[in-house]
């Protein structure tokens, strides 16, 4: 119950020093958990799967892309994994405004910039990376039939 009147006195501006100290560090650990290891998490997790890596024997497992309710792993993956970055950015800005710490704000902003733009180079050299692929095995595709027509 002690910590709920913390909260209350921090929310109101009236808390001791020290609990203030306490707070500064549970945001600062908060920010750097929600706000940066969790995007930079999920960044090197979606591309890095475009260089085929295994899922490095995490034990991570999900149904194989024929299997009939692969597409609502997909949608349950996608929606809870996003909606999780969101709420941490969310979380992050949030903290920020109650502590009322500004100066945080605009490098936070740079830093979430920094990692969209960051993810958006990674996307686009995937689907390069796909594309190139794609026409390589089209490429042989077409080369084994020219082959296979000439042997006779």
């Known amino acids: 119950m002690t910590w709920i009147k913390n909260v209350i006195a921090l929310k109101l501006g009236r808390c001791p020093e020290a609990t203030r100290g306490m707070a500064q560090v549970h945001g600062i650990l908060n920010g ?3 706000g940066i290891l969790m995007p930079v998490g999920a960044i090197i997790a979606r591309y890095l799967k475009a260089y085929e890596v295994n899922n490095m024997g995490l034990g ?3 149904p ?3 299997h009939k309710y692969r597409i609502f792993w997909n949608m349950f993956h996608y929606v809870i994994g996003y909606g999780t970055i969101g ?3 969310w979380n ?3 903290g920020i405004d109650i502590m009322e710490e500004r100066r ?9 910039i920094g990692f969209a733009l960051f993810a958006f180079v990674c996307e686009l050299v995937t689907w390069i990376l796909l594309c190139l692929k794609k026409v390589n095995n ?3 595709d077409q080369l084994d039939d020219v082959v296979d027509q000439r042997i006779p």
């Open 64 to 66: 194989k892309k024929d």
């Open 138 to 140: 089209h490429d042989e």
């Open 32 to 34: 750097i958990s929600w």
């Open 60 to 62: 991570a497992t999900w």
């Open 87 to 89: 709420l941490g950015i």
């Open 104 to 112: 945080w704000k605009s490098l936070y902003v740079g830093m979430v």
């Open 92 to 94: 992050v800005f949030k």
